[in-house]
């Protein structure tokens, strides 16, 4: 075989073998590069005869003293089963990694091995697995084990995903279109945007943010975002009107009260549903009334929860959301993360991925994220390949304690 390394793929040529390809994936599209502004960067790719036939986005961060680590997530893109090609690139790459004092090449490959429904955990992993753990062992790669908890890898080993169908909405469980029909009572409607959005979603993050105790992203770097994937970046915010919901609640209560007082005394079974109703209704316009004081009495709409989601190729990241905590009986997310999968699929993504889970399943995470029926993928993880061969076991350890760093 003639194989030829490049060490920097042209963009559009590099973007169309990735989205044409099996692994295709955001995390290793060019743009990407741009995205990890703190990370130095190549765009790697083979030539087979002049063919266009692996890439590989290499992040690069600096270590103390000078040294390196080299970084693929989900990648490289290529056939892995083709011993020569896997062969050939990691050994171009790693004549590179040691002139920029490379200490190890870390890399996640989007090799699923094991695929199933949230409802029916296994352990079970396909046949092929073992292939490829031969065939990275005889790189020399390190595999870190089958993980299974998110801070053990810098991306997830099991994200819950929702593949394309007909009808998203049947599939979903019956508890969620009933949650689903809350937001729908209470007038929640979902608009879609792009940067102009990016304020109010910036808002809902920095109040998970802090209901959370978390570090997420701030609006800079969501314009970044906005601004590298002009054509497949996209914001959902679901949206209220206080001052509508409570007018019509007392528009309801006027009329139901109406209706009891035209009620003859012996309609018992009549009576006894309009009472329950006018319960209901006070209920309603105690909620609301409140929240307008709160808020404000304006005729307006609030953003309450929000989703930024990236289309590249035929797949499509959730990548962050938010929600106003004080609207959780809006139900807003229910309704807007089924929108995110109608807008994904009307694309012609195969699938919406909601993000990493723990692989033992019993986070909160993977039980909100149950609400949507999804498939769980399990990646085969991660692999360092020793670069520098005496520092690289000392460089593990130093790895670990700036391990929250790194994935920065």
Same mark, same amino acid.
């Given at each position: ?13 590099? @973007? ?15 743009? /990407? ?45 290529? !056939? ?33 091995? @094991? ?26 790669? =390190? ?38 029909? !809350? ?91 309009? $009472? ?63 929108? $995110?999968?109608? /807008? ?22 993977? =039980?909100? =994220? ?17 670069? @520098? ?20």
């Amino acid at each position: 075989m003639s194989y030829r390394f490049e060490l920097n793929v042209e963009k559009d040529e590099f @973007n169309q073998f990735v989205e044409n390809h099996e692994y295709c994936n955001l995390l290793q599209s060019y743009q /990407w590069a741009n995205v990890k502004q703190n990370w130095d960067h190549y765009h790697t790719g083979v030539y087979e005869n002049g063919t266009l036939v692996a890439t590989g986005l290499v992040l690069i961060k600096v270590l103390p003293m000078n040294f390196t680590m080299f970084y693929l997530p989900r990648g490289p893109i290529m !056939d892995y089963k083709n011993e020569e090609l896997l062969q050939f690139y990691f050994k171009e790459l790693k004549k590179v990694a040691k002139k920029r004092h490379c200490l190890f090449i870390k890399f996640d490959p989007a090799i699923h091995v @094991n695929d199933y429904k949230s409802s029916e955990y296994n352990t079970s992993r396909y046949e092929d697995c073992s292939f490829y753990l031969e065939e990275f062992k005889r790189l020399g790669a =390190k595999h870190h084990g089958f993980t299974m908890k998110i801070e053990d890898t810098i991306q997830p080993r099991f994200q819950s995903n929702v593949y394309a169908c007909q009808d998203i909405e049947q599939m979903l469980p019956k508890h969620t279109r009933r949650l689903i029909k !809350d937001a729908d009572k209470r007038n929640v409607k979902i608009i879609e945007g792009k940067k102009e959005c990016l304020d109010e979603f910036s808002r809902l993050v920095s109040l998970t943010e802090e209901r959370k105790q978390v570090s997420l992203r701030n609006k800079d770097y969501f314009t970044l975002l906005m601004d590298e994937y002009p054509e497949g970046g996209v914001i959902f915010l679901a949206q209220c009107n206080l001052y509508q919901l409570s007018k019509e609640a007392h528009r309801k209560y006027d009329e139901t009260k109406k209706e009891i007082e035209n009620t003859p005394e012996n309609a018992k079974k009549k009576l006894r549903r309009l $009472n329950e109703q006018i319960q209901s209704i006070e209920k309603d316009i105690k909620e609301f009334d409140e929240m307008l004081a709160e808020f404000s009495d304006k005729d307006q709409d609030v953003s309450i929860a929000g989703i930024l989601s990236i289309q590249f190729g035929n797949t499509c990241e959730m990548l962050y959301a938010g929600m106003d905590e004080r609207f959780k009986k809006f139900m807003p997310q229910y309704k807007e993360y089924v929108e $995110n999968f109608k /807008w994904a699929f009307d694309r012609g993504c195969i699938y919406s991925n909601m993000g990493g889970v723990e692989g033992t399943l019993d986070d909160g995470l993977t =039980k909100f =994220k149950d609400n949507f029926n999804p498939t769980i993928n399990e990646f085969i993880g991660e692999f360092d390949l020793p670069v @520098n061969k005496l520092l690289f076991k000392i460089s593990l350890k130093a790895y670990e304690k700036m391990k929250k760093r790194i994935k920065s």
